[in-house]
């Protein structure tokens, strides 16, 4: 049975960073790409980062730069390291094993003053 378990949400001030992570289970976690999306109140999820096997990783712009997404395989966990956050970065925070139907419950992110 394939479970994702989020962690690491909570209330921060703009300009303030949290880090995420999802643990894996269930699945050949090296050999899977993952991705994080977030939904904001009223919004459609949306994607925020992928990195793949090796490594490599991709970013919707409205987080490059800020947001660094990473992955430790021997600990079958990745992990969202969110940099100079902005209100707008407000959401419940997914992460899923890309190309499945498999993700996690969501950890609320909330940036406020």
């Known amino acids: 049975q394939v479970q994702l378990v989020e962690s690491g949400g909570g209330l921060v001030q703009p300009g303030g960073s949290l880090r995420l992570s999802c643990a894996a289970s269930?699945?050949?976690?090296?050999?899977?790409?993952m991705a994080w999306f977030r939904q904001a109140p009223g919004k459609e999820r949306e994607f925020v980062a992928r990195?793949?096997?090796?490594?490599?990783?991709l970013y919707a712009n409205s987080v490059k730069g800020r947001f660094t997404i990473s992955r430790d395989n021997a600990k079958n966990t990745v992990y969202l390291q969110m940099n100079s956050l902005k209100p707008e970065d407000t959401a419940v925070y997914y992460c899923?094993?890309?190309?499945?139907?498999?993700w996690g419950q969501g950890t609320q992110v909330t940036v406020s003053s």
């Open positions: 269930g699945i050949i976690f090296s050999a899977n790409v």
């Open positions: 899923t094993v890309v190309g499945t139907a498999y």
């Open positions: 990195i793949w096997s090796g490594g490599s990783t």
